[in-house]
């Protein structure tokens, strides 16, 4: 017989968070294809923003690992209650994942989390450690 099990039940066994609370990249991308199923499912939109680093020629480097947790918290006061924040690719890039959001709201939601999120950020760590920061 095969029951169904609720997605967080379901993670259980995949969930892992750090000390910061944010997920790691196996549970987070779980949590991905939750919410992408929820989606098709309740006809609700979410957005994903991803925070990382680059290197003099663009590519994607590792987050110091002092910044990190300060990223991570940062994320945390942007979001809601409903969303979630892990990493999307362990120590090099930081999501955070926003939940059940209506079409007309996405640009707006997602614009208004940005500017909260790299205002916070700023605040932390210096103009100069985020010079080659990205928020997508």
């Not at 979410?46 to 290197?55: N, S």
């Not at 969303?83 to 007309?104: F, H, N, P, S």
Request: hydrophobic fraction near 45%.
């Amino acid at each position: 017989m095969v029951t169904a099990t609720r997605p967080m039940e379901a993670m259980a066994s995949v969930a892992s968070r750090s000390e910061s609370g944010a997920y790691n990249e196996e549970a987070f991308r779980h949590l991905l294809a939750i919410e992408s199923k929820r989606s098709q499912h309740s006809g609700r939109y979410w957005q994903i923003i991803l925070v990382h680093w680059t290197d003099a020629q663009g590519g994607i480097v590792q987050i110091n690992p002092d910044i990190a947790p300060k990223v991570i918290a940062a994320s945390f006061r942007s979001v809601r209650e409903t969303d979630y924040v892990g990493w999307y690719r362990d120590g090099r890039i930081i999501g955070a994942v926003l939940t059940v959001l209506a079409k007309e709201a996405m640009t707006q939601v997602a614009t208004r989390f940005k500017s909260h999120l790299e205002e916070i950020i700023l605040g932390e760590i210096g103009i100069e450690e985020t010079s080659h920061m990205r928020i997508l």
